[in-house]
């Protein structure tokens, strides 16, 4: 998942380019690459040739132009020429220099949305047909189009195999949560966020190794989405979960299924306790417009909506302009994929010991501060700039950990699938939004970071205004039933050694 979200970043690095200026050997064969470049392309006040202009053809002799020169000026017409012994990379394969450079973005902007489409349509499938197969479907996708794009043949059909591999992305991140938390107990429902949030960490890391080795983006396409296809051994040792199956009704699957996970931890369980389990009676349901209706919580929804597209969009904001900091871009990636790790492992202990409002405010104000602060410091001290990445990064992360965390108890039971949903469209908008900020840094370099600075510090200050749910029963859980139902899961989860 590290590489298919951001390996885009590697194969898009500033090449040396200029205007291919060949129509100039119909009039000279015999010149010299530097004469060719003195007579045909423009400098730059520094002295060095301008990578998207040319001097425009002419039908003129040699000697003319040699005694009068060249003087209009235009962009370039017949493609750019690259150092021939540059490694093919996404940027010289399509063109995206000079005019065509904002198609990258445009592509990161489409990838986002196949994460949102993916968000919506994922969600709904993992409820209708199950967590395994969408899963397994997800891990087919990702390998097969994240494959198949290092074979498209134009920018365009590059483009559109993104967006289905952020739509399996999508997919199986929320297949795998939702499997995860599922199948533990509930004092353990957080770690297994952070475990998987970790080993994508991990994954950035490696894709730093990864891309400073392959340096062909169609070798690295290739080497970052072909190991997929190794995880289909799953096919045939990952479970459904056995708490979908009995919401399904298919009580007899479910007794399979937590009978073996007891068998795996050398358990048992007592045949009365599993004769307990009977299909789930369909009880109260609640809708969209449920979050708005009542003052507090439609105050609660708006403020985690806000702040669920905040973190998004900070997070990509900067590891997509991981490039732009100053230092070498692989040793920056693998440093951005490491402080992830005690960001998130951290959160498990900090939200326990100073509760989930204050964490989640405090992370944002201080993400937001670190951008703020990097707009003020000079491009030529690169470490303080990088620095100051780190630790927005850092918080960023840990306010995304948190705001799974938090948003699932601030919603009520019957509401807290759609509260989760909406807000993990709400993060997909933000990150659609993310690289379509950075476009706006040809106005001046500084608006990008500003909007990464101020939109957290905001979100951070709404934040103190929710309640706080640490050591508080999740809402709605009140009822007899709804509490016998937890227990009896309760002691299931426990025998069978899943905690």
């Known amino acids: 998942i590290a590489h298919d979200r951001i390996c885009q970043l590697f194969m898009v690095m500033h090449v040396p380019h200029h205007c291919d200026t060949s129509w100039i050997h119909e009039i000279s064969p015999n010149l010299t690459k530097e004469q060719q470049l003195n007579l045909t392309i423009p400098r730059k006040t520094s002295g060095s040739y301008k990578e998207c202009h040319m001097y425009t053809p002419v039908d ?70 199950g967590r395994r197969p969408v899963t397994l479907l997800s891990m087919l996708m990702m390998g097969a189009f994240g494959v198949g794009a290092a074979f498209a043949p134009n920018f365009y059909v590059y483009m559109a195999l993104r967006c289905l591999v ?30 998987s949030h970790c080993c994508f960490s991990i994954g950035q890391m490696a894709l730093a190794g990864l891309a400073y080795g392959v340096r062909n983006w169609k070798l690295l396409q290739i080497a970052g989405s072909a190991p997929i296809f190794g995880l289909f051994f799953y096919i045939w040792v990952l479970p459904e979960s056995a708490r979908w199956l009995a919401m399904k ?123 703020l602060i990097m707009t003020g410091i000079p491009k030529d001290l690169p470490v303080v700039v990088m620095t100051l990445a780190v630790i927005g990064k850092f918080a960023i992360t840990a306010s995304l950990y948190t705001s799974y965390v938090y948003c699932a108890e601030l919603f009520p039971t019957v509401l807290r699938q759609t509260g989760l949903g909406l807000c993990s469209v709400s993060a997909r908008v933000g990150g659609i939004i993310s690289p379509l900020v950075g476009l706006l840094d040809k106005y001046h370099p500084a608006i990008s970071m500003v909007i990464f600075g101020s939109t957290p510090v905001t979100a951070g200050i709404l934040c103190f205004l929710l309640p706080e749910t640490c050591g508080k029963e999740l809402q709605d859980h009140t009822e007899v039933l709804k509490r016998a139902v937890e227990e009896l899961w309760k002691s299931i989860y426990a025998l069978s050694g899943s905690g």
């Not at 010289?92 to 000079?98: A, G, I, K, M, Y």
């Open 60 to 129: 003129q002799g040699m000697d003319s132009i040699l005694e009068y020169g060249l003087n209009s000026t235009e962009t370039c017409q017949k493609g750019w020429v690259y150092p021939s012994e540059q490694e093919q990379m996404l940027v010289t394969q399509f063109d995206l220099v000079c005019d065509r450079k904002k198609l990258n973005d445009i592509s990161q902007f489409i990838y986002m949305l196949g994460l949102l489409l993916g968000a919506v349509i994922s969600s709904s499938l993992s409820d209708r047909i």
């Open 166 to 195: 952020g739509f399996a992305v999508s997919g199986l991140t929320i297949s795998t949560v939702a499997l995860g938390t599922e199948w533990v107990g509930v004092s353990y429902r957080t770690h297994p966020v952070a475990i």
């Open 249 to 371: 009704g298919k009580i007899e699957e479910a007794k399979k299924l937590l009978q073996k996970a007891a068998s795996v931890n050398k358990q048992s369980i007592p045949p009365e306790l599993l004769d307990q389990m009977t299909p789930e009676k369909k009880g109260q349901s609640g809708n969209i417009l449920d979050l708005f209706r009542k003052p507090h919580l439609r105050k609660s929804t708006l403020i985690m909506f806000y702040a669920w597209f905040v973190n998004s969009l900070v997070y990509y904001g900067l590891s997509l302009n991981v490039g732009s900091f100053g230092l070498d871009i692989y040793l920056a990636q693998l440093v951005f994929g490491a402080v992830e790790i005690p960001a998130r492992f951290g959160c498990i202990f900090l939200l326990q010991w100073f509760g989930r409002k204050k964490c989640q405010g405090c992370f944002l104000l201080l993400g937001g501060a670190m951008c």
